[in-house]
T-cell receptor
Framework: AQSVSQHNHHVILSEAASLELGCNYSYGGTVNLFWYVQYPGQHLQLLLK??????LVKGIKGFEAEFIKSKFSFNLRKPSVQWSDTAEYFC????????????FGSGTRLSIRP | DGGITQSPKYLFRKEGQNVTLSCEQNLNHDAMYWYRQDPGQGLRLIYYSQIVNDFQKGDIAEGYSVSREKKESFPLTVTSAQKNPTAFYLCASTHPGGSPTDTQYFGPGTRLTVL
């Protein structure tokens, strides 16, 4: 069965620090990968997604993620975080053969100190 | 404005009672989903529907039921058989056609508390 692991439950950074949030998935076939973000009091929304092509994907607000197939990973990065990046971040995966079923990770809460 | 609405925002229920959570979308999306969000567990899929009058169980369907009589609406009933119903419930939908790469659009959620 597919699964998604986000090992960092809570990350605390100062403004301007670099960010990397880990995401590993278990599935042997072709996958689609997503990062969603939930800002305090707001709807869950898509940050970026990968389905084919360049493994380095750029999303909104300066975020990017790299798909490393050999490591089954899709880590989220941002070179310099801002206080407004405080949110909960969810990695998600769907298989190409069963695209309607998206599996979410447990989430990583990011707190940015001003 | 296009979007997904969920009502009510907060819901309280006594043990042993069924309760129905509303989800409506005006995005013309074919597929709709219900997730449950618990602290430290992320989102878990309860039910999903790819087309009107059709729906499939997700990973944690026991104690829940759904209907999809209209494209715009996908109500979720939490029955008394659900052992631990207190949670945050999120409804989502995707673009027509259900492409594998489609983005899911989420509603604001309903927080259900069983007293």
């Amino acid at each position: 069965a597919q699964s998604v692991s986000q090992h960092n439950h809570h990350v605390i950074l100062s403004e301007a620090a670099s960010l990397e949030l880990g995401c590993n998935y278990s599935y042997g076939g072709t996958v689609n990968l997503f990062w969603y973000v939930q800002y305090p009091g707001q709807h869950l929304q898509l940050l970026l997604k990968y389905f084919s092509g360049d493994p380095l994907v750029k999303g909104i607000k300066g975020f990017e993620a790299e798909f490393i197939k050999s490591k089954f990973s899709f880590n989220l990065r941002k070179p310099s975080v801002q206080w407004s990046d405080t949110a909960e971040y969810f990695c998600a995966v769907s298989s190409f053969s069963s695209a309607s079923k998206i599996i979410f990770g447990s989430g990583t809460r990011l707190s940015i100190r001003p | 404005d296009g979007g997904i609405t969920q009502s009510p925002k907060y819901l309280f229920r006594k043990e042993g009672q069924n309760v129905t959570l509303s989800c409506e979308q005006n995005l013309n999306h074919d597929a709709m989903y219900w997730y449950r969000q618990d602290p430290g567990q992320g989102l878990r899929l309860i039910y999903y529907s790819q087309i009107v009058n059709d729906f499939q169980k997700g990973d944690i369907a026991e104690g829940y039921s759904v209907s999809r009589e209209k494209k715009e609406s996908f109500p979720l009933t939490v029955t008394s058989a659900q052992k631990n119903p207190t949670a945050f419930y999120l409804c989502a939908s995707t673009h027509p056609g259900g492409s594998p790469t489609d983005t899911q659009y989420f509603g604001p959620g309903t927080r259900l508390t069983v007293l």
